[in-house]
């Protein structure tokens, strides 16, 4: 689903680097597990409360970026450049 790919390749983008293994394992459970993508959406965009295996840190991360308060037009998907950046 294109909103989920934008959606979240901007947040890993921008969180990944940052993040603790036990998170890195939440945000890989999270984009893995449900089997229907339009979830993760309703969840990130706070539309329905997530289940309580998929209500941690990382949705709470995923879920104030879905909120965009900058207002960054988010458009389409990052360049993978930059997974060879150092973090910053």
Do not use: G
Not at 61 to 84: G, H, I, S, T, V
Request: include cysteine; aromatic fraction near 12%; proline fraction near 8%.
């Amino acid at each position: 689903m294109l909103e989920n790919c934008i959606l979240l390749s901007l947040f890993a983008k921008e969180n990944l680097a940052r993040m603790s293994e036990e998170q890195l394992n939440r945000y890989d459970r999270l984009i893995n597990e449900p089997s229907n993508d339009w979830d993760i959406y309703y969840w990130a965009t706070e539309a329905k409360p997530p289940p309580a295996e998929f209500d941690t840190d990382v949705m709470a991360m995923l879920r104030e970026f879905a909120k965009n308060r900058n207002r960054e037009q988010r458009l389409r998907q990052p360049d993978l450049e930059y997974l060879f950046e150092p973090p910053r």
